[in-house]
């Protein structure tokens, strides 16, 4: 079964609910804090403001002044103090005391830094004289507010709003305000040149199109509107309907490539190469989705360590970057992970250990009882009062139907925690002497893609499967967990092992199919048969029982 005939669900819903004061207190910290990365750190609240304060039909001017200035210090390299004139504008401006608030995925996963889409002006000649610049909810908000600042650095009278596109995802519409129409025939009578900016245009293009096609209606010349995106885009793939027809009636540019690094970050192991450096034998590489692997380096190549070999990891811009230091410094303060140190540009450094990643073959009582630790430590450490488990539900049961097996899962919340979500032997390394280290254990529980914040028997479910523990060894490491945490994880075990084996199926069958043509595209397609195996397996246990 082709996963492009499947609607199979991996990707969670980014969306939460903030306390609108909570955020603009945060906002006010940064300004206050200064240093080298409190304007970029600023920049990305004041965005998430103004988009969340937009999305519920409010006035936004005061909050797009303090994104602009914030875009304007960063674009000009000004330290933070020239942002502290904004602490007058905030001191009055209330926000609502709910807001809903979207993941910009770029920042927080990607290494998409703002400022790539300041250098996208080399690529606009002649520049502009006037420009309306509409940025695409969420993170183009954040995205426009820097162009828009480096057209202005340059000399170019800009000015900017934002649109949520709506509908379904495949085939959105756009709509402009009253106040955003007068921009544009201003616009328009001005002889402005109009600019579309957000992170896509993604698998289907269809935000971009609505946008540019709402121009159009508003009486913009095609001519006149240019799609400013973070890659080109393969336009024949677009899915929304007659996409590649639609999309060519626009100018489209793309920010140049090449991400900014640490000074230290030499050799570039994203994208999958990590395995090759750390691996022996491609016979033992495990699957990846190369396009959605965080940016990687180490410090050297293999002919000519340094004194400190390091090993680099985008982990996100500002608060999205701080939050996964403070889990992972957490795991290395209680021995269980290598210590992190942060870096600029969004990445952090670990020490690069001496030793292997590990396998299956390494599976022993002793590896049991570390990895019974590490959930045991892992549910208290990051407990939290509750998970949302209807997504996650609907996800499984949606993913058995679509992929038909005949069974179903309960998920019982009964120990909610931010998981780790990977713990497949390669995962953890095994040092020199003789340390079983967990790496990489901040980031997956809270990403985009499913299980979110669930119960840590995701976790144990994940270990039971990626380690093919018999089941001796499960009750084995049942057991030791019990007596770890005092939660005896047994009577729900059985549905997560199925919520977690249908979902990485879904999630092979899909990336297979997003690397066809490639070599990923075989091990993807044998590592999702592995797990749909587990799943028959399952399907005829239940009928015996």
Not at 232 to 260: C, I, M, Y
Request: neutral net charge.
């Amino acid at each position: 079964m082709k996963a492009h005939s499947l609607n199979l669900l991996v990707f969670r819903e980014g969306r939460k609910t903030v306390s609108g004061t909570a955020l603009k207190l945060a906002l006010i910290q940064q300004l206050r804090l200064g240093g080298a990365d409190a304007v970029l750190s600023a920049l990305l609240y004041a965005g998430e403001l103004e988009c969340a304060i937009a999305d519920e039909h409010q006035s936004t001017q005061a909050w797009a002044a303090v994104t602009d200035a914030a875009a304007e210090t960063l674009v000009a390299a000004r330290p933070a103090s020239a942002l502290l004139q904004q602490f007058k504008r905030l001191e009055t401006a209330v926000p609502p005391e709910n807001l809903v608030l979207s993941t910009p995925e770029g920042f927080a996963y990607y290494a998409l830094h703002p400022l790539a889409f300041a250098d996208v002006l080399t690529r606009l000649d002649p520049l502009p004289t006037q420009a309306v610049v509409i940025g695409i909810r969420s993170i183009g908000v954040t995205l426009s507010a820097v162009f828009a600042a480096a057209l202005r650095e340059h000399g170019c009278r800009a000015e900017r709003t934002s649109v949520r596109p709506k509908g379904h995802p495949y085939d959105r519409r756009a709509e402009f305000s009253p106040e955003q129409l007068q921009l544009v025939t201003d616009g328009i009578s001005s002889g402005a040149a109009f600019f579309v900016v957000d992170e896509g245009p993604g698998i289907s293009g269809s935000s971009f199109l609505a946008t540019g096609e709402a121009l159009a209606r508003a009486g913009v010349a095609h001519e006149r509107i240019t799609f400013v995106c973070s890659y080109e885009p393969h336009v024949e793939l677009l899915r929304a309907p007659d996409g590649p027809q639609r999309w060519r009636k626009f100018r489209s540019v793309a920010v140049p490539n090449g991400t900014r690094i640490p000074a230290g970050a030499q050799v570039y192991i994203g994208g999958g190469e990590w395995r090759r450096y750390f691996l022996k034998s491609e016979s033992c590489w495990p699957a990846s989705w190369l396009n959605f692997e965080r940016v990687k380096y180490v410090s050297s190549g293999a002919a000519s360590p340094p004194a400190d070999p390091r090993f680099f990891k985008f982990v996100g811009f500002g608060h999205y970057g701080q939050q996964l230091i403070e889990r992972e410094s957490t795991i290395a303060e209680a021995g269980f992970g290598p210590s992190p140190r942060m870096e600029s540009d969004g990445f952090a450094s670990y020490p690069l250990i001496k030793g292997r990643p590990m396998s299956v073959k390494d599976l022993s009582e002793s590896v049991l009882a570390r990895m019974a630790a590490y959930c045991a430590f892992r549910a208290q450490a990051f407990r939290i009062e509750a998970a949302d488990s209807d997504a996650l539900r609907h996800m499984v049961q949606h993913n058995l139907h679509a992929l038909r097996f005949d069974t179903s899962a309960t998920l019982e919340i009964i120990h909610p925690a931010i998981v780790d979500g990977r713990m497949q032997p390669h995962e953890w390394v095994l040092s020199a002497d003789g340390q079983m280290l967990k790496t990489d254990s901040g980031a997956h529980g809270d990403d985009h893609f499913f299980p979110g914040a669930t119960d840590i028997a995701w976790d144990l479910a994940g270990a039971i499967i990626e380690w093919q523990m018999n089941t001796r060894a499960t009750e084995t490491f049942l057991r030791m967990y019990h007596r770890a945490s005092g939660d005896d994880a047994r009577a729900r075990i059985g549905g997560y092992l199925k919520a977690y084996a249908v979902f990485r199926c879904a999630w092979c069958m899909l990336a297979a199919n997003a690397l066809e043509g490639t070599a990923e595209q075989q091990r993807l397609e044998q590592a999702a048969a592995n797990y749909g195996a587990l799943l028959m397996q399952s399907a005829t246990d239940s009928v015996r029982k």
